[in-house]
Structure formats: C-alpha cells, structure tokens
C-alpha cells in the first residue's frame, strides 16, 4: 500500500488547493478530465500540465512544471509508470508539497526519493475516489 489513510486524508484536506494534473488536456475522453472536474468540484485549483499546454476548465495550462509560475501544492501524475518517476522529480524540484500517482501508476524507486526529500506520496489511487470520502 503506498498511500495511508493518513496521507491521503493530509494531502486531500491540509496540504493546499493547487493542484498541478499532469497529462490533463482537453480530450474529455481521459480519465485525467473527469477527475479534475472532482478536484475542482471539491474546492482544488487544477493546473494543466501537458505538452500542448492547452487551457483546460478556464485555467491556463503549461508544457511543463517548471513551467508553471506559481506554487503547487500537489501534484497529481497521469502518466505511464516508465514516465512518472521524472515527473515526481520534477515535482521535488518545483516545491511541491506532496505527489499523488494515479491508479496503475507504480514507481517503488520514486516513491523513496519522493518520501526521502520530504513530500507526501501515495501511489496507485484516485482522489476523485478518495476526496468524496472525506466530504
């Protein structure tokens, strides 16, 4: 289990409202749109991180995290387990608070970086799944 209910009650309810969705666009299709709307329902601020940096629910997106000119309090990885590593070290250098890996996104070795540098981490879950058992 890589993610108590500790940790996901922390990072949903106490960590902060920004959150940087990597892999959203604007395709409704993907899993990464609905669970922003959630987000988004529940209160979160979602920032797009794609490569075509495309505006997703009227909020400005970025190629990338570095990119984004502000700070992030969570982020939030739609991409495969082979590219989310990067990501979560991306999000370590950006300042971000806590990393949360999608359901079938699985990377042990960034999982104990993550951690070993201080942030919050589940892995392998939703939250669009979680933060409404919170509510």
């Known amino acids: 289990m890589y993610g108590d209910e500790a940790t ?3 990072i949903l ?15 409704r299709g993907r899993a990464a749109h ?4 959630v987000l988004r329902r529940f209160g979160k601020r979602v920032v797009p991180v ?7 629910h009227g909020e400005q997106g970025y190629a990338s995290l ?11 990885v739609f991409v495969n387990s082979a590219l989310a590593g990067a990501v ?22 960034a999982y104990d970086r993550t951690r070993a540098a201080g942030l919050e981490m589940v892995m392998d879950r939703c939250p669009a799944i ?5 509510a």
Do not use: C, M, Y
Not at 50 to 56: C, L, N, Q, S
Not at 130 to 134: H, V
């Open 8 to 10: 996901i009650r922390k």
């Open 13 to 27: 309810t106490g960590l902060g409202d920004t959150w940087a969705v990597v892999g959203l666009s604007t395709n």
């Open 34 to 37: 609905g669970v922003a709307e």
């Open 50 to 56: 794609h490569p075509k940096a495309e505006t997703v």
């Open 66 to 76: 570095a990119d984004i000119p502000f700070e992030v309090d969570v982020v939030d």
């Open 88 to 109: 979560a070290d991306e999000a370590v250098a950006k300042g971000a608070r806590a990393v949360w890996f999608q359901l079938g996104v699985v990377d042990e070795a």
């Open 130 to 134: 979680e933060i409404p058992r919170l």
